[in-house]
């Protein structure tokens, strides 16, 4: 099982990015899949999930109405879409995928996230 995280780089703070996260040699809609994220000097911390449908999301309270978190199915892809970044986001950011047992489970819980993206960086300057 495979996953890669890409669409990291370098903004300005209030300016946006979209990160994408393929994954392959898994059933990619049995899983529901979540975004973390690690700061220097910091545990990676959860960011927001979303079931395998795509139906249900969750966020952490900081990046509510800041971040969306999307699925295509069809192309094994999660998306998390960052807007009004702010310097508080710079970190790396991990996708991670976990066996979902009905459409609307979503978690943030990391140990039950069983794949894990290599990360790609996010750097918001002030």
């Known amino acids: 099982v495979e996953s890669v995280d890409a669409g990291g780089g370098l903004v300005q703070a209030g300016g946006s990015l979209r990160l994408s996260c393929v994954a392959s040699?898994?059933?990619?809609?049995?899983?529901?899949m979540g975004w973390f994220r690690q700061a220097p000097g910091s545990e990676r911390a959860f960011v927001a999930a979303?079931?395998?449908?795509?139906?249900?999301?969750y966020y952490t309270d900081s990046v509510k109405g800041r971040f969306t978190t999307s699925r295509d199915n069809a192309k094994n892809t999660v998306y998390l879409q960052m807007n009004s970044l702010k310097p508080e986001d710079t970190a790396v950011y991990y996708c991670?995928?976990?066996?979902?047992?009905?459409?609307?489970?979503?978690?943030?819980?990391?140990?039950?996230?069983?794949?894990w993206g290599q990360g790609t960086q996010v750097t918001v300057s002030s």
């Open positions: 979303i079931s395998r449908s795509g139906d249900t999301v």
């Open positions: 991670g995928a976990d066996r979902a047992y009905n459409n609307n489970y979503v978690t943030s819980l990391q140990m039950q996230y069983v794949y």
């Open positions: 040699g898994l059933t990619f809609s049995n899983y529901a």
